[in-house]
């Protein structure tokens, strides 16, 4: 079965769903989280694949050629480096990206885990039931932002 362009971004694109579902968390000694800063850092940190978990992305690829043709997607900017030209963490940098984070943030935020510090110490909360919110935020972001927007 061929791997079009088209296939391989939009498996990109949930992927980066996936991990954006969790990225946009600080994790804590002892199970205590907290919700990253609104800034670009924390934007790209929180969704960016890098290239040596490529196969996160789709299986249906050998590893050498899908990072081939992650770089030549990178070349052709349809994938943003992050790191500019070390081609090393990628992501679909796009108002749709960013709209994303911005909600699963705000899903963290809203279930009452929060962001910043207090006197010297982050903010943070302990979560027993972080699995089964991390699959809703998850669920919640594919529901709304599965289809790539180009």
């Known amino acids: 079965m061929k791997i079009t362009d088209e296939n391989l971004l939009n498996a990109v694109w949930e992927n980066q769903m996936r991990l954006l579902a969790k990225g946009v968390l600080h994790k804590y000694n002892g199970g205590f989280y907290g919700v990253v800063c609104d800034d670009e850092y924390w934007l790209f940190a929180s969704m960016a694949e890098h290239m040596a978990s490529r196969q996160r992305i789709t299986d249906l690829i050998k590893k050498p050629h899908l990072r081939s043709r992650i770089a030549r997607l990178i070349l052709e900017k349809k994938i943003y480096s992050v790191y500019g030209k070390s081609l090393l963490t990628f ?35 302990s979560l027993p039931y972080f699995d089964v919110l991390a ?16």
């Open 91 to 125: 992501c679909i940098n796009s108002d749709h990206a960013k709209a994303a984070f911005k909600d699963a943030r705000q899903f963290w935020l809203s279930s009452g885990v929060p962001e910043g510090y207090s006197e010297g110490k982050a903010n943070v909360v």
């Open 135 to 150: 699959d809703e935020c998850e669920s919640m972001l594919i529901n709304k932002y599965g289809q790539r927007s180009v």
